[in-house]
């Protein structure tokens, strides 16, 4: 006769921490409010101790405490409303990417460029267009399973641009 265990609780499962990436160094805005905050703390305890000490309330430290206290709510609104959205754009706008609130691009949208960009008249200059032709194989190849086609773009690549040496590791000869 087997005897069956009844739990009431479930077994832990592993522990999720969370990473910290030490490499990624914090945003202007994180580093702002971390100095502007940890200022108003220290002002806001001088006051306690200082109001506790002297018996009445020192007007200066209380000002100095909401002058901090506004400061920290004017550049965290003035970063979160208007420094980083423009530098999302600026960023997006420089990079090629999507701008805020557009449409993420899709493979298909990389597809056509990258298409129109290998087959353009004047060409670009050539770096460009051989590095744009390895990736097209690539989707090619990894997206659409075409692996003739990716095949037929690098061959026309390597009649174009025979001593490209970016070439040389696409297909080894």
């Known amino acids: 006769m087997k005897l069956r265990v009844r739990r009431l609780r479930r077994r832990a499962g592993p522990v999720n921490l969370l990473p910290v990436d030490v490499t990624d160094p914090p945003s202007v805005r994180t580093v702002v409010r971390g100095m502007l905050g940890a200022a ?3 002002a806001g305890l001088a006051l306690v101790v ?3 000490a002297a ?3 020192e007007w200066r430290l209380g000002a100095l405490v909401l002058a901090l206290w506004g400061a920290w709510s004017f550049f965290d609104s003035l970063f979160g409303w208007v420094v980083e959205p423009l530098g999302e754009l600026v960023g997006s706008a420089l990079t090629g ?3 805020p609130g557009d449409k993420p691009i899709t493979i298909e949208d990389e597809t056509a460029m ?3 960009l290998v087959a353009a008249d004047p060409p ?3 770096h460009r267009v ?3 032709g390895i990736r097209l194989a690539e ?3 990894t997206h659409e399973h075409d692996a003739a086609k990716a095949e037929a773009v690098i061959a026309r690549l390597i009649s174009r641009y025979p001593d490209a040496p970016e070439l040389k590791y696409v297909r080894p000869a």
């Open 40 to 42: 108003t703390s220290l």
């Open 50 to 52: 200082v109001s506790i």
């Open 55 to 57: 018996e009445h309330i």
């Open 97 to 99: 990417g999507s701008f």
């Open 114 to 116: 990258l298409e129109h």
């Open 124 to 126: 670009p200059p050539p």
């Open 130 to 132: 051989v590095l744009a």
């Open 139 to 141: 989707i090619y190849r």
